[in-house]
């Protein structure tokens, strides 16, 4: 199995960046294509970008342009880099991982899943 921590939300205002780290357990890293997820209150979680294992990238359309997603195979992590946050982007951040292929903007077709990490991005 994976375990998954994310870290590096905050409180920000808006216009501010923030990378947003999650590190994975185990050593087949590799082997999973990674996802960040975010679910703000009272809402649906939502899909933010993915990364493929042969770091293809996709993103939702609100943050395109915005957000980069990478990863760091040596060091068993992923990263969201927001930039030029809105109040909008408030919400907790998941990152998740997968083995299988599937539709990747759909939560149900990942294993593995983080604790979290809060960003609130005040106007």
């Known amino acids: 199995q994976v375990q998954l921590v994310e870290s590096g939300g905050g409180l920000v205002t808006a216009g501010a960046s923030l990378n947003l780290s999650c590190a994975a357990s185990?050593?087949?890293?590799?082997?999973?294509?990674m996802g960040w997820f975010r679910q703000a209150p009272g809402k649906e979680r939502e899909f933010v970008a993915h990364i493929s294992r042969n770091g293809g990238t996709y993103y939702a359309d609100s943050v395109k342009g915005r957000f980069t997603i990478s990863r760091d195979n040596a060091k068993n992590t992923v990263y969201l880099q927001m930039n030029s946050l809105k109040p909008e982007d408030t919400a907790v951040y998941y990152c998740a991982a997968r083995i299988r292929s599937g539709t990747y903007s759909s939560g149900r077709t990942y294993d593995y899943w983080g604790q979290g990490t809060q960003v609130t991005v005040s106007s």
């Open positions: 185990g050593r087949t890293f590799t082997s999973y294509a």
